[in-house]
């Protein structure tokens, strides 16, 4: 059974309309200077994008600026924080510039935390040059590129450009993207494209871009490794790519063995810091993996709550329009993820407002394109998909924010950025929490919190306070005390007020 389209056809068996049978390989009539994915898949005959790139390059193009003009204002407003966007700036910075990139306020060495290593490649790009808009940067690109092999893989399902470009409004409209990009900084931004793309590669047959992007997939986060597994395992079961889904899986299981043995218990000894969303399960990797295969009584007790419901209300809804029952088989590539978020305690996981649902996302929208391939899906006109799509955003995007939460401090905006001028580009710095991201470019900076009470305040330079505004992590009471023990240490001096904002120095 052949699908058609007007650039060409994807040849499949029976159950190729699914994207679940053994479609063999895509036919593309588009001439030879048609601009395409080449570049990313070498010796590639299979796959050209259409004359009509350039559509898709401005929509790419604006929907990056909009992201990178939104995230930038946030962090303008004085609304990002020491946790994330701080935290992935000092790496990089450190990086850059020869220091070992041992966070400050966490006390170890990056790669003990989610293993990022593609943050050596990154550091690069502070090395020219040393801004935390870089990361705001690379940030909306990610989530604006991905379009790109989305609508690839539309068309080489066989979708009517239409049909194409009706799911990548539903991508643009999905309201993690838009969240998570207000969220500070996180990696995994970077793996959704990669993950479209080994994708795209697998069904062309095309060894190279696949190992490239499943290589790159890994360096985001470690937890990827276990997303590279189950990955695998739906390309050999129902994507009938043997080889590719026996890569996936190897590579995969080797990195997370490498991030748990090696890794993790050399640069941080005390213990896995992911494992404390999951105390329920056990103390250790070891105990939960246990737990979850020999104890089906406390995996069903973690798994059917409440909670668990209301995350895959959030996650599902957006898109439920396009879903079918009968074509959810790209949902076993995501399946660890998924499986994680549902098994953890916190519900900072359960949340699509932060990034622990973002590699769930791209196999949601395959299985998007395969219902919408085999003419299944709750609604099929385009207007109505958008108006659903634009509801969903409308209840469950944070754009509010910009006129209510991110203008509570703006108040103290002006006397803030005044104080921080006043501190040099090197020396040790305490302050708040949501100014850390402004100051991380040094070896020693920490956001304010209890622990400040007992801690000895001679380690820093600079000392910065706003009592109006004290920010995550701390409280009036605290600012208050921290300020009538500066006043009454002869090491430190005033050297700046205004508006409750406090600046002092060691004298």
């Known amino acids: 059974m052949s699908s058609s389209h007007p650039t060409g056809a994807y040849q499949c068996s029976s159950s190729g309309t699914s994207l679940g049978g053994n479609c063999d390989r895509l036919i593309i009539n588009n001439p030879p200077e048609a601009m395409s994915m080449n570049a990313f898949l070498p010796n590639s005959q299979a796959l050209r994008f259409p004359k009509t790139l350039s ?21 303008g407003l004085f609304q990002s924080g020491a946790l994330d966007l701080g935290y992935h700036d000092q790496i990089l910075f450190l990086l850059s510039r020869g220091y070992p990139p041992v966070v400050s306020f966490w006390g170890y060495h990056f790669l003990g935390g989610h293993a990022e290593w593609i943050y050596y490649g990154l550091a690069l790009l502070y090395w020219v040059y040393a801004d935390v808009h870089w990361l705001l940067a690379i940030q909306a690109i990610s989530l604006a590129i991905a ?23 539903a991508y643009l409209l999905y309201p993690l993207v838009f969240n998570v990009n207000l969220f500070d900084f996180h990696p995994e931004v970077m793996a959704v494209p990669l993950i479209f793309a080994a994708v795209l590669a697998a069904r062309s047959q095309q060894w190279a871009g696949f190992a490239i992007a499943t ?54 000894p005390d213990g896995y810091h992911a494992l404390g969303h999951y105390g329920s399960l056990g103390s250790s990797i070891g105990e939960v993996m246990r737990n979850v295969v020999l104890r089906p009584d406390l995996l069903v007790h973690q798994l059917f709550t409440l ?41 900072v996981l ?26 299944a899906g709750l609604l099929r006109q385009r207007r109505w998909i958008v108006l659903w799509c634009l509801i969903a955003f409308a209840a469950l995007a944070r754009y509010p924010y910009f006129w209510g939460e991110y203008l509570s401090s703006v108040d103290t905006w002006s006397a803030t950025r005044q104080a921080i001028a006043q501190i040099d580009d090197s020396s040790s710095v305490l302050a708040p929490h949501n100014v850390v991201s402004h100051l991380s470019h040094r070896v020693q900076i920490q956001y304010t919190t209890e622990a400040q009470r007992s801690d000895d305040l001679s380690q820093y330079r600079y000392i910065l306070l706003n009592l109006r505004h004290p920010a995550y992590q701390s409280s009036p009471e605290l600012i208050q005390y921290l300020l009538g023990r500066l006043q009454n ?9 205004q508006d409750d904002v406090y600046l002092f120095s060691q004298r």
């Open 55 to 75: 559509p898709l390059g401005l929509v790419i193009g604006g929907y990056t600026i909009l992201l990178f003009l939104l995230s930038s204002l946030r962090h």
């Open 350 to 375: 359960k949340n699509i407002v932060f990034q622990y649902s973002l590699p769930i996302l791209p196999f949601l929208l395959l299985a998007v394109i395969a219902a919408q391939a085999a003419g």
């Open 307 to 347: 909670a668990n419901l209301e995350y895959l209300v959030l996650l599902l809804v957006p898109l439920i329009w396009g879903l079918s029952w009968r074509h959810l088989t790209p949902l076993v590539a995501c399946s660890s993820i998924l499986g994680l978020n549902l098994l953890a305690d916190s519900v």
């Open 215 to 268: 290589t790159l997939i890994l360096g985001c986060r470690a937890s990827l490794s276990l997303l590279l597994v189950t990955m695998g395992l739906w390309l050999i079961i129902f994507e009938h790519r043997r080889w590719y889904g026996l890569y996936a899986m190897a590579i995969g299981s080797i990195w997370f063995g490498v991030v748990t043995r090696v890794l993790i218990p050399t640069f941080k």
């Open 147 to 169: 379009l790109w092999p989305l609508q690839a893989l539309c068309r080489q399902a066989g979708l009517t450009p239409h049909q194409g470009w009706t799911v990548g409004i």
């Open 489 to 497: 240490d002869p090491a430190f001096k005033l050297t700046f007020t």
